[in-house]
């Protein structure tokens, strides 16, 4: 079987795996919000200021609270097979139409905050192995370390009085200018402006997490037999901790980013709250504070979904770094 066959395979094999794990994910999901107290009717009922009895079971009714839990979890099981994520009462829209409007927002700031934590992971932890013990070393590891111990909200405050309201740099909030008639280039260069604090605050905590991997991965690996036999066929430095070390190195870092796929987008939460960026982090809190149970369990949902389909991305992806790991 050839390498790309085996790939497709593995795909194959991962996904239908997925299946009754995602279903898991959503029952258990369902279960979990029900423990949490009150509802979306007690939440309208207290913004209207008054609700009598009958009202509060109309409503009730009306929004399919007043079923049995069995009966309401096969309801919204039903409404799953259907392809649907149920209505919410709150926003007066379908689910899926509410995340969809607001998913690009959570991936391109997740996009751009991994990446970002990725290759600065990777640089400092380069640069910290290369320089093992060094004045370097020592002044990475004290950085990582106000990043990895530094609060995300805090960070993000303090970021937005230094380059917001001091230097007046960069947005404070939003995702772009309001009415502000950019188009090309002009409102691609508006929404990274806006970008940038909300990506490097969530990007922090996990720049310090890969910049300190890479360094023991990089040091690991550069021990090992086969980077001696490379150094001793005379290849160059460059050559050997670019196929060789680095390569290598790679396998923890991404095997840790995919894992933290969940982790950012828990951060999101914090970032679109503080930076007000219409995302799915900042939608799943109004959706909790509102008791908007349908709109929640469509954001987890969607982001269990996201997390598996990204881990087994990660596993294709260390068997084409490393083509002696099995897939079976």
């Known amino acids: 079987m050839t390498r790309a066959a085996r ?3 593995a795909l194959r094999r991962n996904l239908l795996a997925a299946i009754p794990t995602a279903l898991g994910i959503v029952i258990l999901n369902f279960f979990l919000l029900q423990l949490a107290p009150g509802d979306a009717a007690d939440v309208m009922a207290a913004e209207s200021g008054a609700a009598t009895e009958e009202t509060m079971r109309q409503l009730r009714a009306q929004l399919g609270l007043d079923l049995p839990l069995l009966s309401q979890l096969m309801a919204y099981l039903g409404h799953l097979a259907q392809g649907s994520l149920g209505f919410s009462p709150r926003y007066n829209m379908p689910v899926a139409e509410l995340i969809l409007q607001r998913l690009p927002g959570t991936l391109m700031l997740m996009g751009f905050a991994l990446g970002l934590a990725f290759l600065l992971g990777l640089f400092f932890g380069t640069v910290m192995a290369l320089n093992a013990g060094r004045i370097a070393d020592r002044a990475l590891s004290v950085l990582t370390l106000i990043f990895y111990s530094v609060p995300g909200f805090w960070i993000g405050l303090m970021l937005i009085v230094a380059f917001s309201i001091k230097l007046g740099w960069l947005p404070s909030g939003g995702s772009e200018t309001i009415a502000s008639g950019k ?3 002009d409102y691609a260069l508006d929404r990274l402006r806006h970008m940038i604090l909300p990506g490097t605050t969530l990007a922090l905590f996990f720049i310090a997490v890969y910049a300190r991997l890479t360094r023991a991965a ?3 690996v550069a021990q090992q037999d086969f980077v001696r036999t490379a150094r001793a066929k005379g290849l160059s430095a460059f050559a050997v901790g670019r196929r060789h070390v680095l390569r290598n190195a790679l396998l923890p870092v991404t095997t ?3 894992m933290h796929i969940g982790g950012i987008l828990g951060g999101a939460v914090v970032a679109e709250t503080v930076f007000s960026w219409p995302g799915l982090g900042r ?5 909790v504070m509102r008791r908007d149970y349908n709109v929640l369990l469509g ?9 598996i389909v990204v881990n087994i991305l990660v596993d294709l992806l260390h068997a084409w770094l490393d083509p002696r790991i099995d897939l079976r």
């Open 256 to 258: 840790l980013a995919g």
């Open 183 to 185: 188009t090309g280039l």
């Open 299 to 307: 954001v987890l949902l969607l982001s269990s979904l996201l997390v």
């Open 283 to 287: 939608l799943a809190f109004e959706a």
């Open 218 to 220: 990089v040091m690991e």
């Open 7 to 9: 790939l497709l395979a």
